[in-house]
């Protein structure tokens, strides 16, 4: 009877293979006006009941025996209707076409749990398909698309972030929710951002956002990395064809299983800057590894980053470096046994070593060196509570910061100092956030949201260090006298961060529309390279002249609206943004130079940045194509003490997709560069243009990106002729200069 049953079972198989063959389907939503995942998409076959939904990065997985070909649907709030037809296996790409824009978008996912709460400051983002289609290899080229930021390149090839005519160490920088700037100078280095790893960017303007951290006067920066979607091989080659010795290559390994991925990845990149003394040498080796699990009841991501710089000083030994630094960072997200949901944990610690003789280049005296290392460790614990139409953001935050650098500093023959400084930092700070909701049946105010905000910190530092100081007598070379100082000096200070904020939004026909404006104030300690530059100076009235708490009063309005166009019209819609803002600082810092020394940081009692933001975004009819711009106007009062920041910015820009293929064009305009009005330190005016044509081909198991971009079209040679410049005057011009850059990445899944 068994061997009958089993040969019956056997037939029906080989008669009838649907019975066990299955098709196997998967792919990836996404917003086609910015490229963002679209999450929780409904996805069904037609005509069925077989479904399932996207995750976070919104991938989706299907199983079912029918036969292909299969047309899905695609459904989800907001989003028009779509439908796709399976040909084969391979991963398809959804577009999904916004029926309302999402204006000022509230992110209520627990992984970027603080921008939730940013509702009244301006934002905007670049996603990973942008960064790919215009071939972008360095953090300083999105500028080219974001009018108000302005990104600066330093002798040694680093790259700092400003937004809104802010300096660098104003503007903390975020990757994965975890502050990147160095526990000496505060300032983000970008040249050791991977732009490969890069899934999102997002800049949040304006002077007052608490969650992140006191002082973030500028605004902040969130840097998302991808996680792998797919296990795969990947390689990617960026070469400059104009440019000898720029390039950058890329290896990374992905492994996914279910709910668990991890990936590794090295990168080696090598950069010639020129300056108008030297040419300047810089290769960065740098890797990084994630591991990402989804658990039950919430998601854990662990991230490791290394990185090493060394930098050449054309064929002299006068300015050479070797730095390096270590990013350990491990985050929770989701509930917490007994204590609900919406959780967040953090802990990340840094290390860096400069070993960097810091003030050949502009003193020309090899006497004046500095080798500081120091590291920093940081915890948070965020919940979001939900009550009603009030929700609310509780955080409990702190960091250590340690510093060690010995530094020598001379007038020859006459004077010599050695320093060795110990600094420490402790930051303990709590912030409260509370949203009001409103709701209306009227359309035309159909959500109020009234936003309250409180931060405080309780901060510590400790001051200490040896001093030697050696003077001499003309022609002799044993000193005179000789001065040994030890001094200590312990800082407590309680800061006390506010924001009000206000948010309106409706509809009228095809209008839409959201209002905000926010009131606030901040506040800021002097860095550790503040309190270090005033502690070597050889002018004792600078030593004795401590440094004070920078205040800013900030202001901030603004407007996102669009206009759905009617069936027919030339552009199908349209989306706009106006802002305006005010800072007013009161003991604001200031670097001032000194012949012959490292600068000195003293305060400035009057400084302010106002400014007006307008951009635009038109989308065509066939759903692939982006016409856009935006314009920034600074107004600085004190242009010294906000050096290097143009006057005015404009940038515009289009792309247009059709099959494999995309178009891109960008061009800029900026307004005069003012590097100090005492020695005549300015950039005039310029204006350049990217083009790029990106070619994307995918299989079942292989794919292939090639992209062909040329850089600075418009300028050719250096721009030594626009400017004037003192012995102190420096300019790299890498950025400046024509790049032909052909980027190739191969997917092996």
Known sequence: MKKISRYLIITAIAINPSLYAQTFLSGEVLDSH?????????????????????????????????????????????????????????????????????????????????????????????????????????????????????????????????????????????????????????????????????????VI?????????????????????????????????????????????TGRLSYVADQFSVSSQLVKRARLYQTFSDDIESENLFGSAMLNWNLPTGNVRLKAISQESQTLQGDTSSFNTNSKNQLYNARYTGELPRLGNDWQLDYAYRKDSFGVSFWDFSTRNPLYTQEPHGNNSSYRIAKFIRHGDTETLLQFAGSSEHYRGPSTTAIPPIFEKSLDLQLDRHDQSMTLVSKYLVDSDVPAMNQVVFELGIRYDDVNTTYSWDEVRKYYRAGEDDPSRVDEITDNAFNNHYIVAKRLGFKLAGSIQRFNYTTFASLGNNSRLPTLQDEFLRKITTAEIYQETGLLKEDVNTMDLGIDFSYQARPGSPITQFDGHINIFDNAYVNKLVLRNIPGQPPVAVNSHDAAISGVEVSGKFHLPSKRGIVDFSSMFLDLNEPAVFPGKPSYRHTSGFTLRRGDLTYNANMWWDGRKIYSETDGLYLEPKHNVDVSIDLQQDWSHFALNSTLSAKNILTYSETKDELIFSDQGYLITYYDTFQLVLNVRVSLK
């Open 34 to 202: 910015s490229g963002a995942p679209v999450t929780n998409a409904n996805i069904t076959i037609k005509e069925s009941d077989i479904g399932t939904t996207t995750d976070a990065q919104g991938m989706f997985k299907l199983e079912t025996d029918r036969e292909l070909p299969l047309t899905i649907v695609i459904t989800h709030i907001g989003y028009t209707t779509a439908e796709k037809t399976a040909m084969d296996s391979r991963t398809m790409r959804i577009d999904l076409w916004p029926e309302a824009v999402q204006l000022a978008p509230v992110d209520v996912s627990v992984v970027r749990l603080p921008s939730h709460y940013d509702v009244s400051s301006a934002r905007q983002s670049v996603s990973a398909s942008e960064l790919r289609t215009r071939a972008i290899q360095d953090f300083q080229e999105i500028t080219r698309s974001i009018s108000s930021v302005v990104i600066s390149t330093d002798m040694d090839g680093g790259q700092t972030i400003s937004i809104r005519g802010s300096n660098a160490n104003e503007t903390p920088v975020y990757l994965d929710g975890i502050k990147i700037n160095d526990s000496f100078t505060n300032v983000a280095d970008l040249s050791v951002i991977n732009m490969e790893d890069v899934d999102n960017i997002e």
């Open 205 to 249: 303007k304006g002077a007052s956002t608490l969650p992140y951290e006191v002082g973030a006067f500028g605004g902040v920066v969130n840097i998302y990395s991808q996680v792998p979607k797919n296990t795969e091989l990947l390689f990617s080659n960026s070469l400059d064809l104009n440019n000898g010795g720029n390039g950058t290559a």
